[in-house]
């Protein structure tokens, strides 16, 4: 059974259409689970309604004519319970419905199962027979692994336009990520496809036919030259039979195979890389359906060629392209933050990636920018939205392709109210952030870019809370040296100066990796990162080190900050690093003070090691998105459990609370510089439980300025108390909320369903 159903998803994945995909569906489960009839039923959710789309062995006639209310009817029944239903007797059912232009009145057994994508429902698949029997296990497990699969080409369909049914007038695809960057965007589509990725080819028209052909036929020559040559230096030492291999994979990239087909593919109107990746998908799908092993076994030759053709097509086409439209939305399998330098800023309006969570680094760097950005996308066929109107929506995680004018129109409006309120709030932004019964804070700016984006900042902040020096090391293709990173640290101090400025060490790992430093793991945020990297690597560190502090004579604003830090071992040893650094510095000739030193608390063990590190260090530093992500045990990065991250979880605030008193009791000044101090409601919780220091992103400034501004000090430790009286992360956001319109306040909260 297992070897029918992967023919089956076989031949529906390479279907060209949707019609075809359903109908071979419909048709190939029929004749697998031998029985009478095989139907799929549509979701219109403007209807609330499912629509009979393919069906064999009910009448072809009521296709796209029959159309069921959610709820009515057995078909109804299973798409609003969202289980599967498996009836011997359909007709004795309570909800059994007949529907004369379907002919099913003679069909007694049933069996339906939801299609379900993304917690959305899509449709639901029947099988029914003439006379009684009861579907057993098998079977319906086998109905419920074609749903799923089904789900997917459902939602390729609707995202490339090709759900083309006359009950479905201009219908839109709708895509559920993770909300990583606020802000909303509305512009073009731009794929960006990763190296030698056979399935993230996008469809280009040839500008010039012959061009394409031309240099299609020099990369098979440079694969095939690669194969001879590989051929040769193995000749000695593989057996004869293995080195025949070498002469079928020239033979299959011979002019009367590969290169003719994807020859007149791109005669047909497609640019090579799209053609050679059209005419491999198809071969690969081929021989993976056919029966005898050695064939099945040279699928995976096929796509190996086919991806060495690719690599040396891409070495002449660039990645990115050369002119961006206005408000461009960028689409990566992985956007990288070497990527985001390289596009003008006036010009990005938006950032999908189908990796990542809203924690990981390109999220953090583009909620510094003011990008919008959703993550998590697993399910977006890349290749097809080159080009195609989309409206991105990074505060609840959506996007829509091809949107109506009405939805447009909705988006442009709530865009247009952001930008109202930014300039309004705007007035006070030179203001101190004072509470009405005078309680001050003192408000920073995380940056790790370059200092035109924050300096501006300079007389609205109390100084930089979190430089991430990371952010310079993975824009490079090596390891800075020390007067690289003397000059990048010494422009960062003097442009804030005399305000501090913290530095954090290098801090790779978990999901942010350096690309001439790679760390493979297979629990990355559990495994080398941080602190821990730094101190295995002393040489690095060192350099570091001697570079900050090079950096900050005469200025004397440079404040350290060791991230990842679980043992006072690790402390300890960075403070012989420094010292050694200062004495071999006041060798050369320059004289440096010993800088202020704090520790990331964002490893659930620090919270337990306070006193020991309160004596060793000046000020903590708390990471509030890592301190949740491990306190939950949510992998971040994680689409499947991306909603379990919140950190308005009541543990992680508990947490929070519990930290700001003793470290008050220890007399260690503490700041918080994760993403619940740029968050308005978040920022007065950790104001009410005690904290002074909020560092954020620039863009949060002016809504967590506005809100300190308008709440006592009391009233946000009423408001402490009352959240941690709650039991789970949707009454804590409800009653914030709620809190938040009282005192009139909910519009500097992001936009809500």
Not at 24 to 33: G, N, P, Q
Not at 213 to 227: G, P, S, T
Not at 354 to 382: E, Q, T, W, Y
Not at 389 to 402: A, M, S, W
Request: net charge negative.
């Amino acid at each position: 059974m297992l070897k029918v159903l992967q023919r089956i998803i076989q031949e529906v994945n390479s279907a060209r259409s949707l019609d075809a995909a359903l109908a071979t569906l419909v048709r190939r489960t029929r004749k697998a689970m031998q029985t009478d009839v095989c139907s799929f039923y549509l979701f219109d959710g403007e209807r609330d309604a499912l629509v009979l789309m393919e069906t064999i062995g009910l009448r072809t006639q009521a296709v796209g004519q029959v159309a069921l209310p959610v709820g009515e009817g057995l078909v109804g029944t299973v798409a609003r319970r969202e289980e599967p239903l498996n009836l011997e007797d359909a007709q004795a059912h309570p909800s059994f419905r007949y529907f004369e232009a379907t002919g099913e009145e003679r069909y007694s057994s049933f069996l339906g199962v939801p299609i379900i994508h993304q917690r959305r429902m899509l449709g639901v698949l029947v099988v029914q027979q003439a006379e009684r029997r009861r579907y057993d296990e098998s079977d319906e497990a086998f109905l419920v692994t074609m749903g799923a699969q089904l789900a997917g080409v459902l939602a390729h369909a609707l995202a490339t336009g090709g759900l083309t049914c006359p009950a479905f007038p201009g219908v839109q695809a709708t895509f559920i990520g993770v909300a990583a960057s606020p802000g909303m965007a509305i512009g073009e589509a731009v794929v960006l496809s990763p190296p030698a990725d056979l399935d993230s080819v996008p469809d280009l028209v040839p500008t010039d036919v012959e061009f394409e052909i031309a240099r299609l036929k020099d990369a098979i020559a440079r694969v095939r030259e690669e194969i001879r040559a590989a051929g040769e230096r193995l000749a000695n030492r593989i057996s004869a039979q293995e080195l025949a291999l070498f002469d079928v994979y020239q033979q299959m990239l011979g002019e009367a195979a590969l290169s003719q087909e994807v020859e007149k593919r791109i005669r047909e109107g497609q640019w090579a890389p799209g053609a050679l990746a059209d005419v491999v998908r198809r071969h690969v799908q081929y021989l993976e359906r056919v029966d005898d092993d050695y064939l099945r076994e040279r699928a995976a030759d096929v796509r190996d060629l086919g991806r060495r053709v690719l690599a040396h097509l891409q070495e002449e086409s660039p990645r990115l392209p050369e002119h961006y439209p206005q408000g461009a939305i960028l689409i990566g399998d992985e956007i990288s933050v070497a990527l985001l330098g390289e596009v003008p800023r006036d010009r990005l309006g938006g950032l999908i990636s189908v990796r990542g969570s809203s924690n990981s680094h390109v999220a953090i760097i583009a909620r510094a920018m003011g990008i919008p950005l959703v993550s998590g996308m697993i399910d977006l066929p890349l290749p097809r939205l080159d080009g195609a109107p989309l409206v991105l929506d990074g505060h609840r995680g959506r996007v829509f392709v091809r949107p109506g004018p009405e939805l447009v129109a909705h988006y442009q409006s709530q865009i247009d109210e952001e930008k109202a309120l930014a300039a309004l709030l705007e007035h006070e932004q030179d203001l101190p952030s004072v509470t009405p019964d005078g309680h001050a804070m003192t408000l920073m700016v995380n940056t790790g870019l370059t200092v035109d984006t924050v300096a501006s900042l300079k007389t609205r902040i109390g100084g930089v809370g979190l430089y991430r020096t990371e952010v310079p090391f993975m824009i490079t293709e090596r390891f800075p040296g020390e007067q690289e990173q003397t000059r990048l640290y010494r422009e960062q101090l003097e442009s804030f100066a005399p305000l501090p400025v913290v530095m954090r060490t290098l801090d790779i790992g978990g999901d942010k990796d350096l690309p001439y430093f790679p760390i493979e793991e297979a629990n990355p945020f559990l495994g080398w990162r941080g602190i821990r990297v730094t101190l295995d690597h002393p040489e690095v560190l060192m350099v570091q080190l001697r570079a900050m502090l090079r950096a900050s004579q005469g200025l004397d604003n440079l404040e350290l900050l060791l991230p990842m830090v679980t043992n006072v071992d690790e402390v300890d040893d960075t403070l012989k690093l420094i010292e050694r650094a200062i004495i071999e510095l006041g060798e050369e000739g320059v004289e440096v003070r010993r800088p202020r030193l704090g520790v990331m608390l964002e490893v659930p063990a620090t919270l337990y090691q306070l006193r020991a590190l309160a004596a060793r260090v000046d000020f903590f530093s708390v990471g509030s998105n890592d301190l949740t992500q491990y306190l939950l045990a949510v992998d971040r990065n994680n689409p499947r459990v991306a909603d379990l991250y919140d950190s308005c979880h009541p543990a992680v605030l508990s947490a929070l609370h519990r930290l700001a008193a003793e470290s008050s009791e220890l007399n260690v000044p503490t700041s918080v510089c994760g993403e619940l101090a740029g968050d308005p409601a978040g920022a007065l919780l950790l104001m009410g439980m005690g904290f002074r220091v909020l560092s954020m992103n620039g863009p949060n400034l002016p809504r967590v300025r506005a809100a300190i501004r308008r709440v006592s000090r009391e009233a946000a430790a009423e408001l402490v108390e009352q959240t941690l009286a709650l039991d789970t992360p949707a009454e804590v956001r409800a009653h914030l909320a709620s809190r938040m319109q009282a005192w009139q306040l909910a519009h500097l909260l992001p936009p809500r369903d």
